[in-house]
């Protein structure tokens, strides 16, 4: 029966499509990142619209206007004009009322405007071309932050899981010393006192491990946010095992990416403090049309004689300042003025940046290193203490200070081996994003 049901909860789980993911290290998480995070499909779909308003822009440069008005009108009262009777022989001095026009008008026509000098439109298209660069740049920049991010979640359940490792063997530990002092205390060899801070050491490991599970849990919700991994599908990380020993630091580069995204804002702000100046220039159009007018007596719409007409011309146009365009100029003057300000303090962190990470790196190596010599030597410590208080050398109080040195050394080493692997990751993605 038991069976039966484990294998209806397995068809069950596969039938609704859960799905299990388990990283082994950060360069899979990243890559699946890639297709599932929806910032950068986003990211994707803003820059494939940014090209699209680049390429429908180049139309703006010639500005073409087209029009096909036609209309069809019944006069019902035609106009009266007043003549002189004694034109028709009628007596002087009097005036005979005469209608004029035709009752039915039909007109169609079409027109064409091409500018022909247009400052403003060629500065459009400009603007369009390098706002697609800055949106590609960005989305870049989101990458690498995202990219950033999953290294710093990444690494973070690797660190819980190894404390969670450790606190596990340490809780074990500390058991043993507590069923050792138990011993002692039935036999009359220590107090209650110290059973009792034995006990209090083995449920402060018990805290501590209920504490990193809920941490490790935190951790994968992350992780999932980032991946945009629904909550009811499972996610492991399970690294494998690297050899810090063999790693050398990488050649640190200096990113140019926020750099040309700099200068990439300073092109777009001083091409909009020319276009709101280019206001202020004239502009020439040509322009050309013809149209058909039948008149007719009688309701007839479309039959008649039709009657042509064709022009060609040139237009100048001046716009006059007003308040709100001399206030464009002085506002995209001051934009391109901060914008030019926003490379220059790119240019001077650039290179500091670079020395961070490396500083980063070697300030992890180093500490590696020490905290693991630490590490066992306090384990050791601890050892040979535990060793001297089973043979009743030792007092209940030394042994739990030396193991809680270990413990506090043992994390230590787990945290600075994973801040290495952490700082070696962040040297990758920003030589990466050079």
């Given at each position: 029966?038991?069976?039966?049901?484990?294998?209806?909860?397995?068809?069950l789980?596969?039938?609704?499509?859960?799905?299990?993911?388990?990283?082994?290290?950060?360069?899979?998480?990243?890559?699946?990142?890639?297709?599932?995070?929806?910032?950068l499909?986003i990211?994707?779909?803003?820059?494939t619209?940014?090209?699209?308003?680049?390429?429908?822009?180049?139309l703006?440069?010639?500005?073409?206007?087209?029009?096909l008005?036609?209309?069809f009108?019944?006069?019902?009262n035609?106009?009266?004009?007043?003549?002189?009777?004694?034109?028709?022989?009628?007596e002087p001095?009097t005036?005979?009322?005469l209608r004029?026009?035709?009752?039915?008008?039909?007109?169609?026509?079409?027109?064409?405007?091409?500018?022909?000098?247009?400052?403003g439109?060629?500065?459009d298209?400009?603007?369009?071309?390098i706002?697609?660069?800055?949106?590609?740049?960005?989305?870049?920049?989101?990458r690498?932050?995202?990219?950033?991010?999953?290294?710093?979640?990444?690494?973070?359940?690797?660190?819980l899981?190894?404390?969670?490792?450790?606190?596990?063997?340490?809780l074990?530990?500390?058991?043993?010393?507590?069923?050792?002092?138990?011993?002692?205390?039935?036999s009359?060899?220590?107090?209650?006192?110290?059973l009792?801070?034995a006990e209090?050491?083995?449920?402060?490991?018990?805290?501590s491990?209920?504490?990193?599970?809920?941490?490790?849990?935190?951790?994968?919700?992350?992780?999932?946010l980032?991946?945009?991994?629904?909550?009811?599908?499972?996610?492991?990380v399970?690294?494998l095992?690297t050899d810090l020993?063999?790693?050398?630091?990488?050649?640190?580069?200096?990113?140019?990416?926020?750099?040309?995204?700099?200068?990439?804002?300073?092109?777009?702000?001083?091409?909009?403090?020319?276009?709101?100046?280019?206001t202020?220039?004239?502009?020439?159009?040509?322009?050309?049309?013809?149209?058909?007018?039948?008149?007719?007596?009688?309701?007839?719409?479309?039959?008649?004689?039709?009657?042509?007409?064709?022009?060609?011309g040139?237009?100048?146009?001046?716009?006059?300042?007003t308040s709100?365009s001399?206030?464009?100029?002085?506002?995209?003057?001051?934009?391109?003025?901060?914008?030019?300000?926003?490379?220059?303090?790119?240019?001077?962190?650039?290179?500091?940046?670079?020395q961070r990470?490396r500083?980063g790196y070697d300030?992890?190596?180093?500490?590696?290193?020490?905290?693991?010599?630490?590490?066992?030597?306090?384990?050791?410590?601890?050892?040979k203490?535990?060793?001297?208080?089973q043979?009743?050398?030792?007092?209940?109080?030394?042994?739990?200070?030396?193991?809680?040195?270990?413990v506090?050394?043992?994390?230590?080493?787990n945290?600075?081996?994973?801040?290495l692997?952490?700082?070696?990751?962040?040297?990758?993605?920003?030589?990466?994003?050079?």
């Open positions: 029966m038991k069976k039966a049901i484990v294998f209806l909860v397995v068809l789980s596969a039938s609704l499509g859960f799905a299990q993911h388990t990283f082994r290290n950060l360069e899979e998480v990243i890559a699946f990142s890639e297709s599932s995070n929806l910032d499909v990211a994707n779909i803003r820059s619209q940014a090209k699209k308003l680049e390429s429908t822009s180049k703006g440069i010639v500005d073409p206007v087209i029009s008005p036609g209309s009108t019944h006069n019902t035609l106009p009266v004009t007043l003549l002189p009777a004694e034109i028709f022989g009628g001095g005036n005979v009322e004029t026009g035709v009752p039915f008008t039909t007109n169609f026509s079409q027109t064409l405007d091409l500018k022909l000098v247009n400052p439109g060629w500065l298209y400009k603007l369009a071309r706002s697609s660069d800055i949106t590609t740049a960005n989305g870049e920049l989101s690498k932050m995202l990219h950033e991010n999953l290294a710093d979640t990444y690494y973070t359940i690797v660190s899981n190894k404390q969670l490792a450790s606190t596990q063997e340490n074990t530990s500390a058991d043993s010393v507590y069923r050792v002092t138990r011993n002692k205390y039935t009359g060899q220590v107090s209650q006192q110290d009792n801070n209090v050491n083995r449920l402060n490991t018990e805290k491990r209920q504490q990193i599970g809920y941490l490790l849990e935190d951790a994968y919700l992350t992780l999932k980032l991946c945009n991994i629904p909550e009811g599908e499972s996610v492991t399970d690294e095992p020993t063999q790693q050398t630091l990488p050649a640190v580069e200096i990113s140019q990416l926020t750099l040309r995204t700099e200068l990439l804002n300073q092109e777009y702000a001083l091409k909009s403090y020319q276009r709101s100046k280019s202020l220039l004239p502009s020439l159009s040509g322009y050309a049309g013809n149209s058909f007018q039948l008149n007719n007596q009688e309701f007839q719409p479309f039959t008649g004689d039709w009657i042509n007409s064709n022009y060609v040139l237009r100048l146009n001046f716009n006059l300042p709100n001399l206030a464009s100029v002085q506002r995209t003057k001051f934009e391109y003025e901060i914008a030019s300000k926003e490379v220059e303090k790119v240019e001077m962190t650039a290179s500091i940046e670079a990470l500083n300030e992890a190596f180093d500490e590696l290193e020490l905290a693991a010599r630490i590490r066992d030597l306090n384990a050791d410590s601890y050892r203490n535990l060793n001297l208080y043979a009743g050398l030792l007092g209940v109080e030394t042994l739990l200070n030396s193991y809680e040195a270990m506090n050394a043992t994390y230590a080493a945290s600075a081996e994973i801040a692997q952490l700082a070696h990751a962040k040297i990758l993605i920003n030589n990466e994003f050079d």
